[in-house]
């Protein structure tokens, strides 16, 4: 099976800009999760999707929104870049709904917003 | 909601030696923790996982131990290698929320 794959790897954004990143999970699997990671704050939760739906959401502000497609993939978008959402952005799948499920992270996207 | 710590924030061991990670959480009613390996510009790896009706699981050189009382669970790293080096990360579910707290990360260096 293939792994939870990301898109792009790498961006570099300008302030004030907006961007879109992309997450297809491991086939089969249809809980999707984003994070963000950065050196000093580890892996912070931004949002969880389930058959389409935002199940829970993070500490972030309304700047930062995603949704699920039919086929499970899911998109983040983060609106009016700022300097601090430099990061490496990272999803991870599951394939169990209920709680206390394996959680598979994709190769994340790198922003750099300058 | 659930909080987690996690200490030390580096470690470093002589090759063969043990290492030994822990991190506490908040949320009593928490009852799925994992423990992720990341290695220098590689995506996180779940290693190992241990649920709240278990005391201890172990797979091979690593073992996970959890005390519900105390609400603390630890990461056991035998007999380290070099390829052990890596940031470990330990984690707790926000009871039945689908929501992961991490740890803030634990740099293990193995020194050959």
């Known amino acids: 099976k293939a792994g939870v794959t990301q898109t792009p790897r790498y961006l570099i954004k300008t302030r004030g800009q907006q961007v879109t990143l992309s997450c297809s999970p491991i086939?089969?699997?249809?809980?999707v999760s984003w994070y963000q990671q950065t050196p000093g704050q580890g892996l912070q939760f931004l949002f969880e999707y389930f058959s389409e739906t935002q199940r829970n959401k993070g500490n972030f502000p309304g700047r930062f929104s995603g949704r699920q497609f039919s086929n499970s993939r899911s998109e983040m978008n983060v609106s009016t870049l700022e300097l601090g959402d430099s990061a490496l952005y990272l999803c991870?799948?599951?394939?169990?709904?209920?709680?206390?499920?394996?959680?598979?992270f994709g190769p994340g996207t790198r922003l750099t917003v300058t | 909601g659930e909080n987690v710590e996690q200490h030390p924030s580096t470690l470093s061991v002589q090759e063969g030696d043990s290492a030994v990670i822990k991190c506490t959480y908040s949320d009593s009613a928490s009852n799925y923790f994992p423990w992720y390996k990341q290695e220098l510009g590689k995506r996180p790896q779940l290693i190992i996982d241990?649920?709240?009706?278990?005391g201890e699981k172990k797979d091979q050189r690593i073992a996970v131990t959890l005390n519900k009382t105390a609400k603390h669970f630890s990461l056991h790293i035998t007999e380290t290698q070099p390829e052990d080096s890596a940031v470990y990360f330990c984690?707790?579910?926000?009871?039945?929320?689908?929501?992961?707290?991490f740890g803030t990360g634990t740099r293990l260096k193995v020194l050959a």
């Open positions: 241990i649920r709240s009706n278990v």
């Open positions: 991870a799948s599951s394939l169990v709904a209920t709680s206390g499920y394996e959680q598979y």
């Open positions: 086939s089969g699997h249809r809980s």
């Open positions: 984690a707790a579910e926000d009871s039945g929320t689908y929501k992961y707290i």
